[in-house]
């Protein structure tokens, strides 16, 4: 389950007289970012407009059932023109490997052995640009459940996270570094560096053969 969230700032000209801010939290099923926000914006500025919650109940409806809505000047969306797997490209890995390195081939390993993966940046914005990129280095899987791109360091969501399996979790908390108890592999963006847990050591050695994939990914990324 994805939930996309989109907070607005009410000005004068909405029919909110009594609100300074809302937030629009949609539950779905698929990963698709940019398809999502396109569809929340809609929702949000119909709210503004009216200040009746059900005008975004209509819409959301029109879109579950007929895979379309229109918004009149709030805009029409149309969910057959979001192919779900431009979602999955949307960023590149060559600007991953041209941060980490030959040390990108840590997070390569981890993925392909299915271990679980912290990523950390003290800004959202940077933590969610790289974390929704990592699972694209396991293509071949196009599995992007593994990923939890924003978790907080609070008991419910850590034990929904260790529930999970193997995973690709980001954290803006500092102290999810010293919790070896959620990761293998620590992958710390703002200072372009990699750990791995102590207890992870050994099943991720790195020999020739990853060396050798490692400078092939870096080559590839200067091209």
């Not at 939930?3 to 000005?11: A, D, L, N």
């Not at 990129?133 to 593994?146: D, G, M, T, Y």
Request: one cysteine or more.
């Amino acid at each position: 389950m994805w939930y996309y969230i989109r907070t607005v700032e009410v000005t004068e000209s909405d029919n909110l007289p009594k609100v300074k801010f809302f937030s629009l939290v949609l539950a779905t099923k698929d990963f698709n970012p940019e398809k999502y926000e396109t569809f929340c914006k809609i929702l949000t500025r119909q709210y503004s407009k009216t200040g009746n919650p059900s005008s975004m109940l209509e819409s959301y409806l029109a879109v579950v059932t007929r895979g379309m809505c229109s918004g009149d000047e709030n805009g029409t969306f149309v969910s057959k023109e979001y192919d779900p797997r431009k979602a999955y490209i949307v960023g590149s890995i060559k600007d991953v490997i041209n941060t980490f390195g030959v040390e990108t081939i840590l997070i390569y390993t981890a993925l392909m052995l299915k271990k679980k993966v912290i990523v950390h940046h003290p800004k959202l914005i940077e933590l969610l640009s790289v974390a929704r990129i990592l699972p694209s280095l396991a293509w071949h899987r196009q599995n992007w459940n593994i990923l939890h791109p924003y978790v907080h360091l609070v008991d419910e969501e850590i034990e929904d996270l260790k529930s999970s399996g193997a995973y690709i979790a980001g954290f803006t908390d500092a102290a999810v570094e010293s919790r070896n108890d959620l990761y293998d592999l620590f992958v710390n963006i703002a200072d372009s560096e990699i750990a791995v847990a102590s207890h992870a050591k050994e099943s991720l050695a790195m020999g020739k053969l990853h060396k050798d994939i490692a400078m092939f990914m870096v080559q590839c990324a200067h091209c």
